[in-house]
């Protein structure tokens, strides 16, 4: 029940964590505030981490890689076809897991 990939909704000032393990199934579901964020991340064993492609994804992916974690950002377009049930924050961080686990093109953090 080890977490391979972890998808991140990042908001203002809540963040939503969705967790799955090598055969995707769900293992990590929580909701952290700003100051939380970074050290549930380092308590994690190392894994692929996903977020959703905005203004603040690059300052999140440059401290979460320095935890040891490999992060990729995905396009908000190609997040959107996985999001199942009513847009919310859950359903996207579940929406980016899965989006990470099949798609193939990735940006990488900006570094400053």
Not at 72 to 91: C, E, H, M, T, W
Not at 98 to 108: I, P
Request: net charge positive.
């Amino acid at each position: 029940m080890q977490v391979t990939t972890v998808g991140i909704d990042l908001a203002k000032n809540v963040f939503q964590l969705h967790g799955c393990d090598a055969t995707g199934k769900a293992v990590l579901r929580e909701q952290l505030g700003r100051r939380r964020l970074l050290g549930f991340v380092a308590n994690l064993p190392r894994c692929l981490v996903a977020m959703e492609a905005c203004a603040g994804t690059h300052y999140w992916a440059r401290e979460i890689e320095k935890l040891g974690h490999e992060v990729r950002l995905i396009g908000p377009q190609f997040v959107r076809p996985y999001v199942k049930a009513n847009k919310n924050d859950a359903s996207d961080a579940e929406a980016i897991c899965e989006a990470a686990c099949s798609y193939q093109k990735f940006g990488k953090p900006r570094k400053v």
